[in-house]
């Protein structure tokens, strides 16, 4: 009895300080789906249909926002590196491609496919496929920055250095020093 009675204090403190374990909160922004207006707004500054914008996560690799672009004519593609150098790319495009491909999950009116480069193995293609899903709110800001409105107003960007006569050929002479 009075060895309980000594055990007791130590395993109600180790209860205690183990309750407080894993009560981390997330961040609130990380599961909660991104605005539809916004991803619109993004993906259309981009040539991109908003229905095609996925991604997807795996163990070990980010996003290389560099590589966010266009797949086909509307669809999207983004890809993951890890420190390794390896690759996992998805695409998007329209039900059309379903079926073509070895890892893909078919979404709503589209198709998401990985490919991986680099040593990817076909159980981390799975995985990623299965985790495939729309941004989050968490996501967007990194997937798709805001454009630059510079940039999107239908208008072909002014350039100093074409001549305003001629075939319109960049002026690039260079200065002769001391002349």
């Known amino acids: 009895m009075i060895r309980a009675a000594r055990a007791l204090p130590p395993l109600l403190l180790a209860a205690a300080l183990l309750t407080g374990c894993g ?17 619109a707004s993004k993906a259309k500054a981009l040539g991109m249909n908003p229905d095609l914008v996925y991604v997807t996560e795996a163990p070990g ?85 805001t454009p630059d409105p510079a940039f999107t107003d239908d208008q072909p960007v002014q350039r100093g250095d074409l001549s305003p006569a001629g075939d319109g050929v960049p002026d690039n002479s260079v200065p002769t020093p001391g002349l």
């Open 61 to 145: 690799f980010t996003l290389a926002q560099q590589s966010v672009g266009l797949q086909g004519d509307d669809g999207f593609s983004a890809s993951y590196a890890n420190d390794t150098g390896a690759v996992i790319h998805l695409y998007t495009d329209h039900l059309r491609y379903a079926g073509q491909h070895p890892y893909e999950a078919k979404e709503k009116d589209c198709v998401v496919w990985l490919e991986g480069e680099g040593g990817v193995s076909g159980a981390v293609l799975a995985k990623a496929v299965r985790a495939i899903h729309r941004p989050t709110a968490g996501e967007l800001d990194t997937l798709l920055p």
């Open 23 to 39: 009560t981390e909160k997330a961040d609130p922004g990380a599961a909660k789906p991104a605005d539809p207006a916004e991803l």
